[in-house]
C-alpha cells in the first residue's frame, strides 16, 4: 500500500468511526445517498433528514426507520425490525438484534448488545436450536446512555433519560431517570435539580411508576422491581 493509499484509507476509515466529523462533508453525502438506496431495497430502509450510516457497518435488517440526524458508527452490527427517534448514536461494535424501539437523543456506546429476540427454552425433550425464537421486543426511552459492553435482553422497557452503566446486563424493566449497574442490573434513582424540566418527571422509587417512553408517540406501563 502507498501512502497516499494508506491515507484515503486513513480519512475514510476516520469519518466511519468518528461519524459527527461527517458534517458538511459533500462527498459523504453523496455516498449516504447511494447507501440509503441499497438499504431502502434491501433492509426496508427509512431515513430522515442528515442520516449518517458508515459504508462499514453491517446491517441487515427486516425494517429500519432511522429518526433525523442519527448516526450509525462503522463496524455496528443492526439486524431485526429497528426504530429510532431524532438524534441518536449507534456507536462502534453495538450489537442490535430483533425488535428495538428507541426514543430521541439516545446514546448507544460501542460494544453495547441489545437483543429485542430469545431462543425458545420451555421445552426439555428437543434440543434449543430446534424451539421457536419469541421476540417480545425492548424500548428505550428518550434521552437515555447505555455504556460500553451494557447488555439489555428480550422484553425490558428502559424508561427515559436512563444511564445503563457499562457492563451492566439488564434482564428486566427500569423507570425513568434510572442509573442501572450490575449483573444482574438493579436500578437506583438518579436525582436532579432540571429532572422536572425534561419529558417525565423522576419517579418515585419507592413504588411501580409510569415510564414516558418514545418521543414520537408516547406510551406508559407499569415497570417491574429489578
Known amino acids: 500500500m ?6 484515503a484509507d486513513f480519512l475514510r476509515q476516520m469519518i466511519a468511526f468518528q461519524p ?7 462527498q459523504e453525502r453523496q455516498e449516504q445517498i447511494a447507501i440509503q438506496a441499497v438499504l431502502k431495497r434491501h433492509c426496508g430502509g427509512r431515513f430522515g433528514e442528515n442520516v449518517y450510516i458508515a459504508s462499514n457497518a453491517r446491517v441487515f435488517t427486516q425494517s429500519l426507520d432511522l429518526g433525523d440526524r442519527t448516526i450509525v458508527a462503522g ?3 443492526l439486524r431485526g425490525v429497528i426504530e429510532t427517534g431524532a438524534d441518536c448514536s449507534i456507536n462502534s461494535y453495538a450489537h442490535l438484534a430483533g425488535k428495538i424501539t428507541i426514543g430521541i437523543g ?11 429476540f430469545n431462543h425458545g427454552t420451555a421445552r426439555t425433550d428437543i ?4 424451539q421457536p425464537i419469541t421476540m417480545s421486543g425492548i ?36 423507570p425513568g431517570y434510572s442509573i442501572v449497574v450490575g449483573n444482574p442490573g438493579r436500578a437506583i434513582s438518579r ?3 432540571t429532572a422536572s424540566t425534561l419529558p417525565g418527571s423522576a419517579p418515585d422509587f419507592s413504588t411501580p411508576a409510569s415510564l414516558n417512553m418514545i418521543g414520537r408517540g408516547k406510551k406508559t406501563f407499569q415497570s417491574e422491581k429489578i
Do not use: F
Open 20 to 26: 459527527w466529523l461527517a458534517q458538511g462533508n459533500e
Open 75 to 77: 463496524g455496528a452490527i
Open 106 to 116: 439516545v446514546r448507544i456506546a460501542g460494544h453495547a448488545a441489545i437483543y429485542g
Open 127 to 130: 434440543m434449543i436450536k430446534d
Open 139 to 174: 424500548s428505550i426511552g428518550d434521552g437515555t446512555w447505555i455504556g460500553t459492553h451494557a447488555v439489555i435482553l428480550d422484553g425490558v422497557e428502559v424508561g427515559a433519560h436512563c444511564v445503563i452503566a457499562a457492563g451492566a446486563v439488564v434482564t428486566k424493566s427500569c
Open 2 to 7: 502507498t501512502e497516499e493509499e494508506y491515507e
Open 191 to 193: 436525582k436532579s435539580d
